[in-house]
């Protein structure tokens, strides 16, 4: 079965680079019509879809955030990566990272991991 | 302003019919497919609706979706108890070049 579970340091400080593995089972990356996408939820608020990679290593990116994320994957080890430099406290939130399967227009989020809380303090 | 914007909250009692709306533009719901995701108090979430109106594999048919325009709406009918969550939609947008989540709306059954 589809499984995916995010990892990452819990807390991390101003300034500094996040980085977030996704690990999954039950699909693989280099399968047409697969991709991996990160969303985030700071605590209380709403969704916030963050980047996504496709099989053909296609990288799209929050437009807001885009000069601060970048996505990976290492097919070998069946992760995708996110970093995210100079965090800042507004940073904090459970991270999400998710299947996603394109449709004619867009993607939708099938599979989702538990999520990790990352939080941004000195 | 969001780019798709849904009511922050919605309310009904066990049994009733209640819509959930979320507004966009052409260049999202207009041009694309809009999904839905329940979030369950404390829980990652999951997929309700996809391609505007396909229920995924174990979704109740009390869950529809629909699409008019650039709007698009959430219906559950004999609402629950346990339905009490949060709703959000999404959808691409073809001019920002990303994906986007509504602002969720929090369901009570009261």
């Known amino acids: 079965q589809v499984t995916l579970r995010e990892s990452g340091p819990a807390l991390v400080k101003p300034s500094q680079t996040l980085t977030l593995t996704c690990s999954f089972s039950?699909?693989?990356?280099?399968?047409?019509?697969?991709?991996v996408s990160w969303i985030r939820q700071p605590p209380g608020k709403a969704l916030e879809w963050l980047a996504l990679?496709?099989?053909?290593?296609?990288?799209f990116y929050s437009t807001s955030l885009k000069t601060r994320l970048t996505i990976s994957r290492d097919l070998s080890k069946n992760q995708v990566v996110l970093t995210m430099t100079n965090v800042d406290p507004v940073d904090s939130a459970t991270y999400y990272c998710?299947?996603?399967?394109?449709?004619?227009?867009?993607?939708?989020?099938?599979?989702w991991g538990q999520g990790t809380l990352v939080t941004v303090s000195s | 302003q969001s780019v798709l914007t849904q009511p922050p909250s919605a309310s009904g009692t066990p049994g009733q019919r209640v819509t959930i709306s979320c507004s966009g533009s052409?260049?999202?719901?207009?041009?694309?497919?809009v999904n839905w995701y329940q979030q369950l108090p404390g829980t990652a979430p999951k997929l309700l609706i996809f391609?505007?109106?396909e229920r995924p594999s174990g979704v109740p048919d009390r869950f529809s979706g629909s699409k008019s325009a650039t709007s698009a709406s959430l219906a559950i009918s004999g609402l629950q108890s346990e339905d009490e969550a949060d709703y959000y939609c999404?959808?691409?947008?073809?001019?920002?070049?990303?994906?986007?989540f509504g602002g969720g709306t929090k369901l009570t059954v009261l």
């Open positions: 391609s505007d109106n």
């Open positions: 990679i496709d099989w053909d290593d296609d990288k």
């Open positions: 052409s260049s999202n719901i207009g041009s694309n497919a």
């Open positions: 998710a299947r996603a399967t394109p449709d004619i227009d867009g993607y939708y989020f099938d599979y």
């Open positions: 999404a959808a691409w947008d073809d001019t920002l070049g990303a994906e986007f």
């Open positions: 039950g699909f693989s990356l280099t399968t047409r019509q697969t991709c």
